[in-house]
């Protein structure tokens, strides 16, 4: 199972980033999916996450109505669009599976600068 994130760079307040996501066909097949992020010296916390179908979608409510994920399976790919983003946006992004099993790409840096 492998995952790898890109995407991720150096932007100002209010810019936008949209983060992807490609794993192995073994790590997207029938699994719900999620971004998470961990902060410069706090710990992985949940962002967003999606059915594997697509159908279904959930946000913590620091992003909701700023950022949108989506996927496409035939592709085993996954995205974040990162709108209006701020400096406590500012995080390495993981995707991974949701729930949660421990199973990470090796992240990418967000850094949104005031």
């Known amino acids: 199972v492998q995952l790898a994130e890109s995407g991720g760079g150096l932007v100002q307040t209010g810019d936008s980033l949209r983060l992807s996501c490609v794993g192995t066909r073994g790590a997207f097949e029938s699994y719900a999916m999620g971004w998470f992020r961990q902060p410069p010296g706090k710990e992985r916390q949940f962002v967003a996450a999606?059915?594997?179908?697509?159908?279904?979608?959930t946000y913590v409510e620091a992003v909701k109505g700023r950022f949108t994920i989506s996927r496409d399976n035939a592709k085993n790919m996954m995205y974040l669009q990162m709108n209006s983003l701020k400096p406590e946006d500012t995080a390495v992004y993981y995707c991974g599976h949701y729930p949660s099993d421990g199973t990470w790409g090796q992240g990418t840096l967000v850094t949104v600068s005031s």
């Open positions: 999606i059915s594997y179908h697509s159908d279904m979608t």
